[in-house]
């Protein structure tokens, strides 16, 4: 299988902490992208970053790619209780469809 | 951002029955659509993409006779689940790329056979 990892599984924080999640991959991508899905819902694009890319940011969030460990960050920043949700992040490579990892649930406790 | 919509975002139905679910493209053509299905606390598994006017390609392990798929036109792509059992119940979800590298998804369906 193809399918990447999240790390940690699940994470429970106070509002305003910082959220870190992460996520390997196995094989060569074109690019990463970070997809949240609040409970029941679909899919909402976070971020985009290519593989000669190292890092991006885009408001609380702060995406990092490290391609010789084959591993990406999201940081989420102050966060807030509507940030509770799964994160996944999704590898391409070529012209594949995405892969998913299997995802961090984030509680933010107010 | 480009719009998918699914239909219908929730269905039950009984066993043996087969039941379609409807995906979209509200403001870009797609020639290719991609099914995945989602069990509870899981990730997202890939079933098959969805090509405009030709055969979808299934994953390994999804059955292509259970799974029916047509994408008819550039801006619909259907999933029709055969002869429903309950261990078809799950969260389906489609996503379309409007020839970006980001991949837009549907709100999903959840289905729940009885």
């Known amino acids: 299988s193809q399918q990447g990892e999240e790390d940690p599984q699940a994470l429970s924080i106070q509002e305003g902490e910082n959220a870190t999640m992460n996520c390997s991959y196995k094989?060569?991508?074109?690019?990463l992208q970070w997809y949240r899905q609040n409970s029941g819902r679909g899919l909402v694009h976070l971020i985009l970053i290519r593989s000669n890319e190292r890092e991006k940011h885009s408001g609380r969030l702060r995406v990092t790619l490290d391609t010789s460990k084959k591993s990406s960050s999201l940081l989420i920043t102050a966060s807030r209780a509507a940030d509770t949700a799964s994160y996944f992040c999704a590898q391409r490579s070529g012209n594949t469809p995405l892969v998913f990892g299997k995802g961090t649930r984030l509680s933010v406790i107010a | 951002g480009a719009v998918v919509s699914q239909h219908p975002s929730w269905v039950i139905c009984k066993s043996g029955t087969s039941v379609k679910i409807e995906c979209r493209s509200l403001?870009?053509?797609?020639?290719?659509m991609f099914w995945y299905r989602q069990f509870p606390k899981q990730s997202l598994m890939l079933m098959a993409t969805?090509?405009?006017?030709?055969?979808?390609?299934?994953e390994q392990g999804v059955e292509k006779d259970k799974f029916l798929i047509n994408h008819a036109s550039l801006t619909l792509s259907t999933l029709t689940v055969t002869s429903a059992h309950p261990e078809d119940s799950s969260f389906y979800i489609c996503s379309a790329n409007p020839g970006e590298e980001t991949q837009y998804f549907g709100p999903g369906t959840r289905l729940l056979v009885l």
């Open positions: 403001d870009f053509q797609a020639t290719t």
């Open positions: 094989t060569s991508i074109n690019n």
């Open positions: 969805s090509n405009e006017g030709s055969k979808a390609t299934y």
